[in-house]
Each structure stands twice: as C-alpha cells, then as structure tokens.
C-alpha cells in the first residue's frame, strides 16, 4: 500500500506496513503469529508469509533492496530457489543476510525479485494442503473413502490408475495440483497440493506400500514436507530423480472418510484458516511468472493474482 515510501525509506528507522491495496483489508503476515511454528521452520529459523487480516501485517524497514521485519528482525526471502512458485519466508538465520532475496518495489505498486525480475509476488486462491488434528472442522472427507478404502486392501499396481480426490466434507471440491511448474530441489521434483475446483480433482491410488500415488503426475507420492509428522506441517508431492529413491509416506484411509499417515493416526489431511481477525482466508505467498501472469488471468479466472503495494 506504500511503495512510494518504501522506495524512498532506504537505511532509516521509519518502519513501514505490508498492508495490501490488491488485497483489501489484507497484508503480509508471519503466519506464526496465527499457526504454530512447524519444528522444520524452527530449526532453520524460518517461518513462512502469508496473507492475513491488515491489523497483523508485518512492519518493514528497507536495507537496501532487502526487507527487514521491525519486530522480528527477518529478512523477507523465498524458500530454496528463485523460481516459479517457490514459496516466500521470514528468514531470521545468521546467514540470512547474505542469502536473503533482494527485491525492487515499483511504481504500481508490485513487487519482484532482483535476481528474477520476470517473477513478482502473487498468490493463488486454492488453500495448501496441511496435516491437521483428527477431531478438526477443517479436516477433509473423501466423497469416494468407501471405494479407496477397498482398494486399499485390493491393490492392483497395473490396471487401476485411481480414485478422484473428491470431497464430500467440501462439496464441489477436491485435492488437486496447482497452476503452478513443479519445482526441482536438489534431486526432488516438488508440487504443491491444494483444495480446489472438483473438475481439477487429481485422481490417486495406494501402491503396496500404502503409498498414495499421482500417475497422471509422473507418479509423484503424497507426503509431508521433510517427511514431519507434525500438526500444520504441508502436505505436498515429491518424486526423488536418484538411483535409490526414498519411500512414499504411508497412508490409510479411516472409517470416517479422512485420510491420515499410518504413523500418526491423530493427523488428518486437511487446511488452516489464518484469519483469525477476518472472516476470509488466508493464502500462502507464492513468487508468479510475469510471462504466465496474463495468461492464468485472462485464461483461467485470474487462478493468480498478484501483490500490490499501491499508493492511495
């Protein structure tokens, strides 16, 4: 909402909101403030942004293209590589400052990346998929359990390709893939998993090992993120490109139509709801492509939106 400021603040004391005027009522938020910190995060000193109610959104002093939080002294960065929906973070680590993304604020208000100054930040409306409490109203049902749960006990590696992720807790809805470019970290092909559209339901089957398993996604396996069986944690997508790829998380559909890992059946896959102050949800910040930008929002219903800090 103030990039003028922004642009003019380098070096001062003067600190100033990440109030959103794309997002209305919104702004940039430590989603710590509303979920608890996941031990993964911790233990890297990173906690990651979101899109909050605009009373908790994160004060800002510039040190030269970097963004410093006054209250927590973070740097505003993004998680692993300047890339196509890499995911945006509060970085407090002792080497945050020489890792840390450095950003140009523009005139109209939206802001990209120095390094990768085609992609700005931006946010897609599908809410991420997320480990949550068994006994939680915003745990997911399958609209097909009965039939997944069947299968799950009858596997058939060959012929049965899956079961579409449909939910009947959330009608017209269901687990589906983003817009988004899978991401490759290291060795590992990552993709997001979100609710979305139930004409975007990905269809899904258990392997032997209770894994479950995308083959319309070049096989990518559901699993949590750092394999961390913890309440708030993400659920994501992974494919390891090495000679000796790890397992799959092990899954089981239970009586209720949830879905939970074998080894924390008090954890079912579902979202949290960041607003705490608002009525609307909360989003995960993501990094858009400016080439795709206009497509996704002409195209597809603006499954993109971007970021604006604009003058008022």
């Keep these: 909402k103030y990039p003028k400021e922004l642009d003019e603040f380098d070096d001062k004391p003067s600190k100033l909101s990440l109030e959103l005027s794309s997002h209305p009522g919104k702004g940039i938020i430590h989603t710590i403030d509303f979920l608890k910190s996941l031990s993964s995060a911790k233990l890297h000193n990173i906690s990651f942004a979101g899109i909050g109610p605009k009373e908790a959104s994160a004060c800002v002093i510039r040190e030269g293209n970097r963004l410093r939080c006054t209250d927590s002294g973070d740097f505003l960065s993004f998680l692993h590589n300047a890339q196509e929906g890499a995911m945006i973070v509060w970085n407090g680590s002792e080497e945050s400052e020489k890792q840390t993304g450095e950003w140009i604020i523009l005139n109209d ?51 049965e390709k899956g079961i579409l992720l449909t939910l009947s807790s959330h009608p017209d809805y269901g687990v589906m893939f983003g817009e988004l470019p899978y991401m490759e970290i290291q060795c590992v092909t990552v993709a997001y998993l979100f609710i979305g559209p139930v004409e975007s339901s990905a269809l899904a089957r258990f392997t032997r090992k209770n894994e479950i398993i995308f083959e319309d996604h070049d096989g990518l396996v559901m699993r949590s993120v750092g394999n961390i069986l913890e309440n708030g944690n993400f659920v994501i997508a992974t494919k390891d490109n090495c000679t000796h790829p790890r397992p799959g998380m092990s899954f089981q559909v239970n009586d209720d139509g949830s879905i939970s890992p074998v080894e924390a059946p008090n954890l079912v896959l579902g979202f949290y709801d ?32 971007k970021i604006i800090l604009e003058n008022t």
């Design 109 to 159: 208000g939206k802001v990209s990346l120095t390094e990768v100054p085609h992609l700005y930040l931006g946010v897609l409306p599908q809410r991420t998929l997320h480990f949550v409490p068994s006994e939680s109203p915003n745990r997911l049902i399958s609209e097909n359990h009965a039939l997944l749960k069947q299968l799950q006990n009858q596997i058939n590696d060959t012929e």
């Design 274 to 305: 960041l607003s705490a102050l608002s009525n609307d949800s909360s989003i995960q910040i993501k990094v858009e492509g400016k080439k795709k930008r206009n497509m996704w929002l002409h195209s597809l219903n603006e499954k993109v939106q």
